[in-house]
């Protein structure tokens, strides 16, 4: 068998002739790709703007900039994510306060974030960031109620779930992550383990004019040509750098390929979910398996994980047959960068305790049926040795 990864891109001759088509155009970066695929992007995803950036931890920075975030402003989200979740508050020179997961979704516990809110007086926290961890989604009609009671704002870092949802209550009616109808602002990565590939990308969802507009100036050095924000006007040549900006722009190639994995992403989508069902029905009763990912309603599926004893021999053990799962995550607050704040081992129980058994499996769409079986098999025959 050759070897099998947890992830993996999937490039395809149209991939290869939409980036090859833009190599011979004009615009190698800000051409018209760019606005084709956030256009598509946000059609795909059911919002109102979307700003394509370099990776998903530029949007996060930039939507920490976009909401003003300052030094000593509190900021909470989850330990179980990747670094840049809580980085990007730092960036700025927040707070980053971390609560506890739930044990069952691995998803930031809204009693835990409740519970902080309301221990301390009004304005502490800032705002929230959850995380749509491993592509499902966090519920958040009810992290926008609890945010509205505590003047909060909320970034959805849905990097793991474009085409993931939550159902509404009481329609029912499906949410997409980064839908803009609950968070200020969502990010996504376009990173090759992704659901969507473009290398290094980036993408900033929301509904709210004001800051997309933000967003755009910031990407761009804080630079502007529109006219009507001009405080003079030299000539064509003219532009004003009216605030602290970066330069976090995609290219038109990367665009590119991002539209063109954009045309495949339901198909994908599917493919992950018929993993996921499989994974679900071959672990459901297995002694050795404490938790998994399951089979759930609106699961984007960028991981599969199961929780079991002895993880490092089972790790170990699949690597020995050239299935190579990965640990996702090492609890952020443990990390030395965050232990220097104060944070260590104990302050996050259900976080440390699922990443003491956590694996994720190999979860992606062109993982065929013999694959995935030989990945079950190998388990079962790790526990049964
Ligand atoms: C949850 C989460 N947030 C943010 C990021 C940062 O995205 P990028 O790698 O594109 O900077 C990642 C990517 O690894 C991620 O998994």
Known sequence: MKPIPYGKQNIIQQDIDAVTEVLKSNFLTQGPKIIEFENAFAQYIGVKYAVAVSNGTAALHLCTLALGVKFGDKVIT??????????????????VIFADIDPLTYLL??????????????????GII????????????????????????IIEDACHAPGGYFNKDESKQKQFCGNGNYADLAIFSFHPVKHIASGEGGMITTNNKDLYEKLLILRTHGITKDPQLLHE??????????ELGYNYRLTDFQAALGISQLQRADEGLQRRQEIAENYQKE??????????????????????????????????????????????????H??????????????MPNAENYYNHCLSLPMYPTLSDKEQSYVIQTIFEFYNK
């Open 78 to 95: 989850t330990p179980m994510t990747f670094a840049a979740s809580a980085n990007c508050v730092r960036f700025v020179g927040g707070e």
């Open 109 to 126: 516990d809204i009693n835990k974030v409740e519970k902080l809110l309301e221990s301390s007086p009004p304005g502490i926290y800032k």
């Open 130 to 153: 959850p995380v749509d961890f491993a592509g499902r989604s966090v519920n958040l009609e009810a992290f926008r109620k609890l945010a509205d009671k505590h003047d909060c704002w």
């Open 233 to 242: 006007n030299h000539g064509g040549w003219y532009y004003e750098m009216q």
């Open 283 to 332: 672990f459901e009763g297995k002694p050795f398996i404490k938790g998994q990912s399951g089979f759930v309603d609106g699961h984007a599926y960028h991981l599969y994980v199961i929780e079991v004893d002895d993880r490092i021999g089972l790790y170990n053990y699949l690597r020995e047959k050239n299935i190579f799962a990965q640990v996702h995550y090492i609890p952020v």
């Open 334 to 347: 443990l990390m030395p960068y965050y232990k220097q704040f104060g944070w260590k081992e104990g302050d």
